[in-house]
T-cell receptor, first 115, second 112 residues
Framework: DADVTQTPRNRITKTGKRIMLECSQT?????MYWYRQDPGLGLRLIYY???????NKGEISDGYSVSRQAQAKFSLSLESAIPNQTALYFC??????????????FGPGTRLTVL | DAKTTQPPSMDCAEGRAANLPCNHS???????VYWYRQIHSQGPQYIIH???NNETNEMASLIITEDRKSSTLILPHATLRDTAVYYC?????????????FGKGTHLIIQP
């Protein structure tokens, strides 16, 4: 089984709808991240969390919110989806005790289309 | 964080060594060079990282120049499955905790 899973894998929604993307991990890592990727571009950080009580905004947090329900779960919400949020979304984890703080492990991605 | 410059695309014949360059002329003393790759819309995958010395693991080798202003990722015997976008990222050892900064990377195409 994959260490970092994302649901759904694909989602088509309409403008104004609320949508939640979910991420679960079995790696036991404290740190979790949400990124988005637009066609032809690199990944950009939306939110990150060091533990259940520590959530931080990334480069492009406007229009998004997150919830860290447990060490293993980190959800990304779009309260009112708009077409320019159409993108590929990735969840990632990292382990600060590994000695390689920036080794991040990514999920398979969620392809979101907002019509 | 130091910025990196990579060629947008490269070709390599299957079975040959693929050498991917990265310039990071503003790198500071405590910053590492990391390489990730992304195979067609999949989640990025960690490859290797280094500080000063050359590094090798089961996936690749990393050669860092003595002045640390540039580096080269080497895939010794490229296969078709190595076709991907390769990202060179510079961060300090404690960084990356607040996320990685991905540029556009190099699209490596392995030709049969």
């Amino acid at each position: 089984d994959a260490d970092v899973t994302q649901t759904p894998r694909n989602r088509i929604t309409k403008t104004g709808k609320r949508i939640m993307l979910e991420c679960s991990q079995t790696k036991g890592h404290d740190r979790m991240y949400w990124y988005r990727q637009d066609p032809g571009l690199g990944l950009r950080l939306i939110y990150y969390s060091f533990d259940v009580k520590d959530i931080n905004k990334g480069e492009i947090s406007d229009g998004y919110s997150v919830s860290r329900q447990a060490q293993a779960k980190f959800s990304l919400s779009l309260e009112s989806a708009i077409p320019n949020q159409t993108a590929l979304y990735f969840c990632a984890t990292s382990d600060p005790t590994s000695g390689r703080a920036v080794t991040q492990y990514f999920g398979p991605g969620t392809r979101l289309t907002v019509l | 964080d130091a910025k990196t410059t990579q060629p947008p695309s490269m070709d390599c014949a299957e079975g040959r060594a693929a050498n991917l360059p990265c310039n990071h002329s503003t790198i500071s003393g405590n910053e590492y060079v990391y390489w990730y790759r992304q195979i067609h819309s999949q989640g990025p995958q960690y490859i290797i990282h280094g500080l000063k010395n050359n590094e090798t693991n089961e996936m690749a080798s990393l050669i860092i120049t003595e002045d640390r202003k540039s580096s080269t990722l080497i895939l010794p015997h490229a296969t078709l499955r190595d076709t991907a976008v390769y990202y060179c990222i510079v961060r300090d050892s404690g960084g990356g905790a607040d996320g990685l900064t991905f540029g556009k990377g190099t699209h490596l195409i392995i030709q049969p």
